[in-house]
């Protein structure tokens, strides 16, 4: 007789259903494990022996064999323990089989018959849903994230032993209360733009940036607020959808990033990554793949501090998910694709000493070493970068002000609004914000007066700009337009797109 539970494996931010077949037979003795398993599956079988002796159980004498299907299915971490041990308990008729055929089960068994929590819980709790089971036993460490899904009852374990009660009616196991619902008003932030005295031109921008999903880098000495800013970009941000919300919470329990009693994320990320991270930390992939920075980003911020001290290497992966929004990973043994749609903000000082352009100390460094520094960053990357602000020190008089300045509550119904209009705008296209807009779509929605478009080419003529850049002044123009509430793009909006490609001007460092 062969005995069935039903489990997944997780791939890229989704789950497979994977069957865990067990029978117990004679002619042998041991149990063979098949089915394409990775060393932390084979290594379930000491964990699964130990947990049974812990927890009153016998393992079968006999020839057991457990086959993960499908067989040319890799199967990677430790959640295959409980519906491996469930599967082989029923096969030796030490719990009822008769709930599994609609059930599914996921954790790591410890050896002392614990359930220890695992990642990818919420995927292999939506694909449970999506095969029509149920119920999905979980670790208690995940039982928030996997309620999330609805249709499916999530109950929560924290040893195999209660697993085998409620298998065989002798507890009743009360389902968790479904998590679905995104809470975010913006109070729930410990940063306001309140905080921040003067930088009245870098809030603007940030706004514009905010309000169009446009990336940012920023330009200034240290010390001048560039971090402090950047901080404080989500709480300017439009609350999450409930997809939004669901797919960033996919991503982060794929990685591992959820911890206990966390269920759907409410707040979009903010992901800093050091100057020394490597590409694949970036970009995602590794032995066994996970999300990188600019997918655990994905419907929020990436913030590069000092984006010239990251290597080139690293900054040029960049460009495939800031143009597709997606992050596609080929390996020899697998190949994934990550969602990495993020607003990049990126912070640099002006040169090698950071004083270049101060209004009171003066810069030590050569007319060629300012331009070997900005040389660190490619064109290609930097045209794929909307907005060049740069940033100058605020002045005593305003850091001891005491005059308020304007919340991040305040600045968040604007963006709210002009996201309001690019919502309609965009109804049935499957794109949301200007910035994703492309070519045929500008044309479409981008009509420029004579006047608007003779401004551009004359910026376009004196600066040497890209087709990326011109592309990216428009949409940009179109954001600032929103924000006034203006059905057309005036010139002054193209005026003041232009302002923002600062280090596109000649001489700029020279």
């Known amino acids: 007789m062969v005995i069935r539970t039903h489990t997944g494996a997780v791939a890229g931010i989704g789950a497979v259903e994977v069957s865990v077949e067990v029978s117990v037979t004679g002619g042998g003795l041991g149990l063979f494990l098949v089915g394409l398993p990775d060393n932390a599956v084979r290594e379930s079988e000491q964990r699964i022996r130990s947990a049974f002796e812990n927890s009153g159980f016998r393992m079968t004498a006999r020839k057991c064999v457990v ?35 609609d059930s599914a089960f996921v954790g790591e068994l410890s050896l002392d018959g614990g359930v220890r929590g695992v990642r990818g819980v919420l995927p292999v709790a939506a694909e449970a849903r999506a095969k029509g089971l149920r119920r999905i036993y979980v670790p208690r460490e995940n039982a928030a994230e996997a309620a999330v899904v609805e249709g499916i009852e999530t109950l929560a374990v924290s040893t195999l032993a209660e697993v085998a009660e409620s298998l065989n009616g002798e507890r009743i196991i009360e389902p968790e209360p479904c998590g679905m619902t995104v809470t975010d008003d913006g109070d729930a932030y410990a940063e306001d733009f309140a905080d921040v005295k003067g930088q009245a031109f870098a809030k603007r921008a940030l706004e514009i940036a905010a309000a169009g999903g446009h990336n940012v880098i920023m330009i200034g000495p240290p010390g001048a607020g560039k971090t402090m800013l950047a901080r ?85 992966v960049l460009r495939q998910p800031l143009e597709d929004k997606r992050i596609a990973i080929s390996r020899a043994r697998y190949a994934v694709d990550y969602p990495a749609n993020f607003t990049l903000i990126a912070s640099m000082n002006p040169c090698p000493c ?43 008089e305003e850091m001891s002000s005491e005059r308020p300045a304007e919340s991040s509550r305040e600045i968040r119904r604007r963006v709210e609004a002009a996201r309001e209009v690019q919502a309609r705008r965009f109804a049935g296209a499957g794109i949301h914000t200007n910035t994703m807009m492309s070519a045929s779509m500008l044309r479409r929605f981008c009509p420029l007066s004579a006047e608007a478009r003779g401004l551009l080419d004359r910026a376009m003529a004196r600066l040497g700009l890209s087709a990326r850049a011109y592309d990216r002044i428009i949409k940009v123009a ?33």
């Not at 032995?287 to 990188?292: A, I, T």
């Not at 003066?362 to 970068?385: H, K, N, W």
């Not at 005036?490 to 280090?503: F, M």
């Open 67 to 101: 086959n993960l299907a499908p067989a040319d299915l890799r199967k990677e971490g430790s959640g295959f323990d409980l519906p491996i041990a469930v599967a082989i308990l029923a096969a030796t008729e030490q719990v009822a089989a008769d709930k599994l055929s």
């Open 232 to 316: 404080r970009m989500p709480t300017i941000l439009p609350p999450m959808t409930a997809e939004e919300a669901l797919e960033t919470t996919k991503i982060h329990s794929v990685a591992g990033n959820l911890g206990a009693c966390r269920g759907l994320m409410s707040q979009r990320p903010f992901r800093a990554p050091h100057h020394l991270a490597s590409p694949v930390a970036l970009i995602g992939g590794g032995q066994n793949p996970r999300p990188g920075e600019v997918s655990l980003a994905h419907n929020g911020v990436l913030f590069l501090d000092e984006l010239p001290e990251f290597g080139r290497g690293v900054l040029e």
């Open 354 to 396: 950071g004083y270049y352009n101060h209004p009171d100390k003066e810069c030590t460094c050569s007319s060629a070493s300012v331009q070997r520094y900005m040389g660190r960053i490619s064109g290609p990357l930097m045209d794929r970068i909307d907005l060049h602000v740069e940033i100058v020190p605020v002045s005593r």
């Open 478 to 510: 179109r954001t600032i337009a929103d924000l006034d509430g203006a059905e057309d793009i005036a010139a002054a909006h193209i005026s003041e797109a232009i302002n923002y490609r600062s280090l596109d001007r000649e001489g700029w460092g020279r």
